[in-house]
């Protein structure tokens, strides 16, 4: 955003500077921009020339500094004081347009992004947002017989087809993001190293019998396996929006494609 902003709205709007600053700041921390720091040394300036400032505007730099400094204390904290000022500003939960808090659920999300796990608690704030700790990686499965369940050996996984039609089987990961994906941080599941022969076995295995597929596309992939052309994708999940991506050490890894999902949670 170009400065001119400061100017084009000056008169209308008295708030316009923290506004600006505020939007540079919220934008630099969802981006892992090294200037986040910056910005918000600015917004701070910007407040303290601002008339009779808001319980926001007192609290939203506590917030990015709380951010920046990886203090889950302080971030609370500051998301407790954000909740009391939202809240005073759609006062009606019982009106569908204004009963979730956005706005704290998306600074809660900013919050994880960088590695913190903050909770508050609101019945406003949607439960998906807080997340006290990562899903574990082999999901609870349920079974169609007398309501069994058992966990999974070898965690997510999907049948696909790639753009030539051929079957694809994709084992899907979570990191943690902030640096490049290894290939250490491809983990071991119970039934072996996600895409390794006997991972793809026990996915295989494992297709057979959930109704997510039909047999003749288990049966597909598992004669491709078997001949040798079957397609394995690894796909990474990230909460992060940073630049970091895959290393060169993925190449070892029995990978044929890798797919990286950014800001999508698990």
Known sequence: MDEVYLDEFAEDYPDSPANFYDMKAHAALALDDDRATTYVAELRDAIEVTDDPSLYWETI???????????????????????????????????????????????????????????IESDRVPEAVLREEIPADD???????????????????????????????????YHPGGEPVSADDVPEREAGRVLSDGWIEAALDEAEWREHYDDAMV???????????????????????????????????????????????R
Not at 221 to 226: H, I
């Open 61 to 119: 730099p506590e917030f990015y500094a709380a951010v920046l400094d990886g203090s889950t204390a302080d971030v609370e904290a500051a998301l407790a004081d954000l909740h009391d000022f939202f809240v005073s500003e759609a006062p009606n939960p019982d009106d569908p347009s204004e009963y979730v808090l956005d706005d704290v659920a998306a600074s809660v999300v900013l919050a994880r992004r960088h590695g913190l796990d903050p909770m």
């Open 139 to 173: 999901p609870t499965l349920d079974i169609d017989i007398d309501s069994l369940q058992f966990t999974s050996d070898v965690g997510f996984f999907e049948l696909e087809r790639d753009d030539e039609d051929r079957p694809v089987i994709a084992g899907r990961i």
């Open 219 to 265: 049966a597909e992939a598992r004669e491709a396996y078997e001949d040798g052309t079957l397609q394995r994708k690894l796909v990474v999940v990230q909460d992060r929006t940073d630049g970091h991506t895959f290393d060169e050490s993925l190449a070892a890894l029995p990978v044929d494609d890798v797919a990286m999902l950014k800001g999508a949670g």
